[in-house]
Protein backbone atom coordinates (compact mmCIF):
# COMPACT_ATOMS: atom_id res chain seq x y z
CA UNK A 1 0.00 0.00 0.00
CA UNK A 2 2.48 2.24 1.04
CA UNK A 3 4.13 2.19 -2.84
CA UNK A 4 0.83 3.13 -4.32
CA UNK A 5 0.85 6.23 -1.87
CA UNK A 6 4.45 7.13 -2.52
CA UNK A 7 3.96 7.03 -6.49
CA UNK A 8 0.71 9.00 -5.92
CA UNK A 9 2.48 11.81 -3.93
CA UNK A 10 5.18 11.61 -6.67
CA UNK A 11 2.58 12.65 -9.58
CA UNK A 12 0.44 14.80 -7.25
CA UNK A 13 3.80 16.80 -6.68
CA UNK A 14 5.11 16.43 -10.42
CA UNK A 15 2.17 16.65 -12.31
CA UNK A 16 -1.14 16.82 -10.62
CA UNK A 17 -0.91 19.33 -8.66
CA UNK A 18 0.93 22.31 -10.32
CA UNK A 19 -1.70 21.27 -13.36
CA UNK A 20 -4.98 21.54 -11.08
CA UNK A 21 -3.56 24.62 -9.82
CA UNK A 22 -2.03 26.54 -12.86
CA UNK A 23 -4.92 28.84 -13.08
CA UNK A 24 -5.53 29.16 -10.09
CA UNK A 25 -4.76 31.91 -7.15
CA UNK A 26 -2.51 30.50 -4.66
CA UNK A 27 -4.62 29.15 -1.12
CA UNK A 28 -3.09 31.66 1.74
CA UNK A 29 -3.22 28.87 4.88
CA UNK A 30 -1.64 30.94 7.03
CA UNK A 31 -3.43 29.67 9.76
CA UNK A 32 -3.07 25.86 8.67
CA UNK A 33 0.59 26.65 8.28
CA UNK A 34 0.90 27.94 12.15
CA UNK A 35 -1.02 24.51 13.50
CA UNK A 36 0.55 22.27 11.46
CA UNK A 37 4.45 23.24 12.25
CA UNK A 38 4.02 23.34 15.56
CA UNK A 39 2.22 20.23 15.90
CA UNK A 40 4.68 18.56 14.22
CA UNK A 41 7.95 20.35 16.54
CA UNK A 42 5.84 18.74 19.03
CA UNK A 43 5.52 15.06 17.55
CA UNK A 44 9.13 14.95 16.01
CA UNK A 45 10.33 15.98 20.00
CA UNK A 46 7.95 13.04 21.44
CA UNK A 47 9.77 11.04 19.36
CA UNK A 48 12.89 11.93 19.62
CA UNK A 49 12.82 11.48 23.32
CA UNK A 50 10.61 8.01 22.34
CA UNK A 51 13.88 7.05 20.30
CA UNK A 52 16.75 8.01 23.07
CA UNK A 53 14.69 6.35 25.81
CA UNK A 54 14.93 2.52 23.33
CA UNK A 55 18.56 2.97 22.51
CA UNK A 56 19.16 3.08 26.26
CA UNK A 57 16.52 0.59 27.52
CA UNK A 58 18.33 -1.85 23.99
CA UNK A 59 21.93 -1.01 24.65
CA UNK A 60 22.62 -4.44 25.57
CA UNK A 61 21.40 -5.64 21.88
CA UNK A 62 23.35 -3.14 20.17
CA UNK A 63 25.98 -5.34 18.51
CA UNK A 64 24.12 -8.47 18.54
CA UNK A 65 23.79 -10.36 15.29
CA UNK A 66 20.17 -9.78 13.38
CA UNK A 67 19.08 -13.08 13.84
CA UNK A 68 20.10 -13.50 17.47
CA UNK A 69 16.78 -13.91 19.40
CA UNK A 70 17.55 -11.04 21.59
CA UNK A 71 18.24 -8.64 19.07
CA UNK A 72 14.55 -10.31 17.45
CA UNK A 73 12.74 -9.90 20.29
CA UNK A 74 13.82 -5.80 21.05
CA UNK A 75 12.90 -5.52 17.69
CA UNK A 76 9.58 -6.90 17.96
CA UNK A 77 8.81 -4.79 21.06
CA UNK A 78 9.78 -1.50 19.46
CA UNK A 79 7.50 -1.91 16.11
CA UNK A 80 5.01 0.64 17.88
CA UNK A 81 7.97 3.05 17.49
CA UNK A 82 8.75 2.22 13.86
CA UNK A 83 5.04 2.78 13.12
CA UNK A 84 4.78 5.87 14.81
CA UNK A 85 7.98 7.10 12.62
CA UNK A 86 6.64 5.97 9.95
CA UNK A 87 3.21 7.82 10.09
CA UNK A 88 4.91 11.04 11.27
CA UNK A 89 6.64 10.77 7.90
CA UNK A 90 4.00 10.52 5.81
CA UNK A 91 2.25 13.49 7.62
CA UNK A 92 5.26 15.39 7.03
CA UNK A 93 3.97 14.56 2.79
CA UNK A 94 1.91 17.61 3.62
CA UNK A 95 4.62 20.15 3.22
CA UNK A 96 4.64 19.27 -0.31
CA UNK A 97 0.89 19.49 -0.45
CA UNK A 98 1.08 23.06 0.93
CA UNK A 99 3.78 24.02 -1.19
CA UNK A 100 1.27 23.05 -4.06
CA UNK A 101 -1.70 24.76 -2.72
CA UNK A 102 0.38 28.06 -2.29
CA UNK A 103 2.00 28.19 -5.56
CA UNK A 104 5.42 28.11 -3.77
CA UNK A 105 6.85 26.26 -6.56
CA UNK A 106 10.80 27.50 -5.64
CA UNK A 107 10.64 25.05 -2.53
CA UNK A 108 9.15 22.27 -4.68
CA UNK A 109 12.21 20.80 -5.56
CA UNK A 110 13.39 17.36 -6.54
CA UNK A 111 15.61 17.64 -3.17
CA UNK A 112 12.28 18.11 -1.30
CA UNK A 113 10.28 15.25 -3.26
CA UNK A 114 13.27 12.90 -3.20
CA UNK A 115 13.89 13.34 0.62
CA UNK A 116 10.38 12.77 1.38
CA UNK A 117 9.65 9.92 -0.65
CA UNK A 118 12.70 7.83 -0.35
CA UNK A 119 12.34 8.07 3.74
CA UNK A 120 9.13 6.49 3.82
CA UNK A 121 10.03 4.32 1.77
CA UNK A 122 13.55 3.23 3.48
CA UNK A 123 11.27 2.77 7.01
CA UNK A 124 8.80 1.12 5.61
CA UNK A 125 11.55 -1.39 4.18
CA UNK A 126 13.42 -1.38 7.64
CA UNK A 127 9.89 -2.66 9.42
CA UNK A 128 9.72 -5.73 7.13
CA UNK A 129 13.32 -6.64 7.19
CA UNK A 130 14.07 -6.86 10.58
CA UNK A 131 17.71 -8.56 9.90
CA UNK A 132 18.37 -5.47 7.57
CA UNK A 133 17.72 -2.52 10.62
CA UNK A 134 20.44 -2.56 13.07
CA UNK A 135 20.85 -0.11 15.89
CA UNK A 136 22.29 2.20 13.56
CA UNK A 137 18.71 2.87 12.58
CA UNK A 138 17.89 4.84 15.45
CA UNK A 139 20.79 6.39 15.41
CA UNK A 140 20.43 8.14 12.30
CA UNK A 141 16.61 8.69 12.79
CA UNK A 142 16.55 10.50 15.65
CA UNK A 143 19.53 12.86 14.67
CA UNK A 144 17.04 13.19 11.43
CA UNK A 145 14.29 13.73 14.13
CA UNK A 146 16.24 16.30 16.28
CA UNK A 147 17.17 18.00 12.92
CA UNK A 148 13.25 18.31 12.10
CA UNK A 149 12.54 19.71 15.33
CA UNK A 150 14.71 22.70 14.50
CA UNK A 151 13.58 22.76 10.72
CA UNK A 152 9.59 23.04 12.11
CA UNK A 153 10.29 25.56 14.54
CA UNK A 154 11.83 27.51 11.97
CA UNK A 155 8.68 27.11 9.69
CA UNK A 156 6.19 27.59 12.40
CA UNK A 157 8.42 30.88 13.32
CA UNK A 158 8.23 32.01 9.54
CA UNK A 159 4.12 31.39 8.98
CA UNK A 160 3.46 33.48 11.62
CA UNK A 161 4.13 36.26 9.20
CA UNK A 162 6.69 38.76 7.67
CA UNK A 163 7.34 40.67 11.26
CA UNK A 164 9.33 37.32 12.47
CA UNK A 165 11.96 37.77 9.74
CA UNK A 166 14.27 39.50 11.74
CA UNK A 167 13.78 36.35 14.33
CA UNK A 168 15.40 34.09 11.33
CA UNK A 169 18.88 35.31 10.74
CA UNK A 170 19.86 31.68 10.86
CA UNK A 171 18.35 29.86 8.04
CA UNK A 172 21.42 29.53 6.71
CA UNK A 173 22.66 27.70 9.65
CA UNK A 174 19.92 25.31 9.58
CA UNK A 175 21.00 24.31 6.58
CA UNK A 176 24.64 23.89 8.11
CA UNK A 177 22.85 21.89 10.63
CA UNK A 178 21.05 19.39 8.08
CA UNK A 179 24.37 18.85 5.67
CA UNK A 180 26.05 18.49 9.53
CA UNK A 181 23.79 15.52 10.50
CA UNK A 182 24.53 13.41 6.80
CA UNK A 183 28.39 13.76 7.55
CA UNK A 184 27.88 12.75 11.28
CA UNK A 185 25.03 9.63 9.74
CA UNK A 186 27.72 8.38 7.25
CA UNK A 187 31.04 8.52 10.06
CA UNK A 188 28.76 6.55 12.22
CA UNK A 189 27.74 3.62 9.93
CA UNK A 190 31.57 3.14 8.71
CA UNK A 191 32.54 3.22 12.78
CA UNK A 192 29.69 1.07 12.95
CA UNK A 193 31.23 -1.25 9.91
CA UNK A 194 35.17 -1.33 11.47
CA UNK A 195 34.31 -2.01 14.81
CA UNK A 196 32.21 -5.00 13.54
CA UNK A 197 28.72 -4.03 15.22
CA UNK A 198 26.74 -4.01 11.47
CA UNK A 199 27.65 -6.21 8.38
CA UNK A 200 27.43 -4.27 4.91
CA UNK A 201 24.43 -5.77 4.12
CA UNK A 202 21.31 -4.44 1.02
CA UNK A 203 20.32 -2.36 3.32
CA UNK A 204 23.26 -0.90 4.72
CA UNK A 205 25.03 0.06 1.70
CA UNK A 206 21.25 1.85 0.61
CA UNK A 207 20.97 3.57 3.16
CA UNK A 208 24.63 4.79 2.84
CA UNK A 209 24.21 5.62 -0.20
CA UNK A 210 20.94 7.70 -0.04
CA UNK A 211 22.62 10.06 2.89
CA UNK A 212 25.53 9.71 0.29
CA UNK A 213 23.03 11.47 -2.17
CA UNK A 214 21.30 13.95 -0.12
CA UNK A 215 24.68 14.89 1.02
CA UNK A 216 25.73 16.09 -2.60
CA UNK A 217 21.88 17.60 -2.98
CA UNK A 218 21.99 20.01 0.22
CA UNK A 219 25.59 21.19 -0.11
CA UNK A 220 24.43 22.26 -3.93
CA UNK A 221 21.86 23.97 -2.53
CA UNK A 222 24.20 25.53 0.20
CA UNK A 223 26.86 26.36 -2.57
CA UNK A 224 23.54 28.14 -4.80
CA UNK A 225 22.09 29.84 -1.51
CA UNK A 226 24.85 31.17 0.34
Given at each position: MLPSII??????ATWIGPSLMNTRKPFSLRKVMVAYNFFEVVVNAYIFQWIFSVLIKNRHVHCLPHDDPRY???????????????????????????????????QLSGLHVTHHSTICLLIWWFMRNPSGSGIYCFIVLGINIAVHCVMYTYYALSSLGPHMDKYLWWKKHL??????????????????????????????IFTLAFISFLLMLFLNLYKKKY
Open positions: IGYILFLSAYQKNLPLWWFILLNKMSELLDTVFFVLRKKWNTAFQIGQFIFDMAYVFIEFLTGCEKAGAGE
